[in-house]
């Protein structure tokens, strides 16, 4: 047990080592996709994933692990951005604060990577963030305790939209491209279509079109149910890809109280919801 718990913190302190390093690892061509937690990002990523594989004529299949060497993670692989050459796709859930703080120093503050912003419902985004949460940790946090801790590491939601992008005065508007996960879901031909446009990429619908479908939560479902998807859940009956999932009404009615607040409501009003 002892073994364990040290490698366990020299994995750590390289992990964190590897963020450090690779932090600044960015090309002006590059663009970052931004979101709160379960904003339906995963889904995107994986599209890109399909179209970036296309692009390269790779014929490794696109799945939860292969995903990551695609579209790189900065929260789980940063180390795989230097090992693509750009134009890149880098993911990242950070504050704007967070992810401005390191990436400024490379640009000194006035040159800047373009950004895609993903937003989803802040209800519903919230509500599925804190049942993930539950999945995944063995404590028996309270929504009360989550929201706490939201606060002190990538901000609540509306926290993150409002400076990401209703009150950014860092960053050139033309820079962010915001797109909505429910519009995704209705037309992600359309979505995707305007996001490769924004990054300069030109392939034919016909490309699209294919990732999409390799992309389906149906196609998920099924790979996650036959090869997994590289996380641990103390909730061994979760499903990353499970469809619709049930939400308890009593965090149902915490999430609605918490979204009460003017603040809260004016920025779910202002984002169209």
């Known amino acids: 047990m002892l073994k364990e718990s040290i490698a366990n913190i020299f994995r750590r302190v390289f992990f964190i080592k590897g963020k450090i390093s690779h932090g600044n690892s960015w090309d ?4 970052f996709i931004v979101s709160y937690p379960k904003s ?7 599209i890109l994933a399909n179209i970036i594989q296309e692009m390269a004529g790779d014929s490794r299949r696109v799945d939860f692990y292969s995903v990551h060497d695609y579209v790189p993670d900065f929260h789980f692989n940063p180390q795989a951005i230097n090992k693509i050459k ?3 796709f880098i993911k990242t859930h950070e504050s704007f604060d967070m992810w401005n ?3 400024k120093v490379k640009g000194r503050g006035s040159v800047y990577p373009r950004v895609i912003y993903l937003v989803r419902d802040g209800k519903k985004a919230t509500a599925s963030s804190f049942g993930y949460l539950g999945a995944t940790s063995s404590s028996n946090a309270n929504f009360l305790d989550f929201i706490a801790n939201e606060r002190s590491s990538y901000g609540t939601w509306d926290d993150h939209v409002d400076k990401w992008v209703l009150c950014n005065d860092v960053l050139d508007k ?3 491209h915001v797109i909505r996960h429910e519009d995704l879901v209705r037309d992600a031909f359309e979505v995707i279509t305007s996001i490769l446009n924004f990054s300069g990429i030109n392939v034919s619908p016909a490309v699209i079109k294919k990732s999409i479908e390799n992309s389906d939560i149906s196609v998920m479902r099924d790979l996650e149910d036959q090869y997994g998807n590289g996380v641990i859940y103390s909730d061994q009956n979760f ?4 469809k619709n999932r049930l939400v308890d009404n009593s965090l149902l009615k915490e999430v ?5 607040t003017d603040k809260s409501k004016s920025i779910l009003k202002k984002m169209g919801y």
């Open 86 to 88: 750009p134009q890149r």
């Open 256 to 260: 609605d109280d918490y979204f009460s």
């Open 239 to 242: 499903n990353f890809a499970k």
């Open 101 to 103: 703080n390191r990436i």
């Open 40 to 46: 339906g990002t995963t889904w995107l990523c994986l």
């Open 174 to 176: 033309r820079m962010v």
């Open 28 to 31: 002006m061509s590059d663009i």
